[in-house]
C-alpha cells in the first residue's frame, strides 16, 4: 500500500462458516477487493440465466460509505458473465448477507464453484446530494441532448 492511499476499518462476518476466502485486494493498486462464492455445490448458470450468488459474508461499513459490487472484466471478456444491477450499492446500514446476481451473456453453460471469485468490492465515501426545486435551470451548450446526441 502507498503512502497516499486511505484505508479504514470495515467489520465483516462469516454467515453460515464457511471457508470461502474472504474478500481481498489482489494487487498493491488494487480499487477492488475481489468477492467470492460461498457455496455447498456447483452452480451452472445456462446462457441468459441470471442468478443470486451467495458470498457468506455480511460487513458493517462506517456511516458515510458505501459499498459497490461490480464485475470481474476476466469473467466478461472471456465467459460473458456480467452483474445484472451493476454496480450494486451495499450501504452503510445494511447487515445482510452480501449476494451477487449474476447473468450468463456467454454461448456456453458456466460453472461458479464454492471460492471462485465472481465479482470485485469497492467501498466508497458517500456524497448526499441536497436538491433544491428551481423554476429554471442554466443553459449549457448541450442541453437537453443525451442518448448518442453527438452522433455515432
Known amino acids: 500500500m502507498t503512502d497516499n492511499t486511505m484505508t479504514i476499518p470495515v467489520r465483516i462476518k462469516r454467515v453460515r462458516g ?3 476466502p474472504l474478500p481481498r485486494y489482489m494487487t498493491s493498486h488494487a480499487a477492488g477487493m475481489d468477492l467470492s462464492a460461498e457455496l455447498a455445490t456447483d452452480l451452472i448458470l445456462q446462457p441468459g440465466e441470471r442468478t443470486l450468488v451467495p458470498t ?12 459497490q459490487v461490480r464485475p470481474r472484466s476476466g469473467l466478461a471478456l472471456k ?4 452483474l445484472v444491477n451493476s454496480p450494486g450499492t451495499i450501504d452503510a446500514d445494511y447487515r445482510g448477507e452480501i449476494g451477487v446476481i449474476v447473468i450468463n451473456h456467454g454461448r456456453d453453460p458456466f460453472v461458479i464453484r464454492n471460492g471462485e471469485r465472481i465479482a470485485q468490492l469497492v467501498v466508497a465515501p458517500v456524497i448526499r446530494a441536497l436538491l433544491v426545486e428551481v423554476d429554471d435551470l ?8 443525451g442518448f448518442g446526441h453527438t452522433g455515432r
Do not use: S, V
Open 18 to 20: 464457511g471457508a470461502a
Open 56 to 67: 457468506g459474508i455480511a460487513i458493517a461499513l462506517p456511516e458515510g460509505y458505501e459499498a
Open 79 to 82: 465467459h460473458g458473465i456480467a
Open 138 to 145: 442554466d443553459e449549457t451548450h448541450r442541453g437537453d441532448g
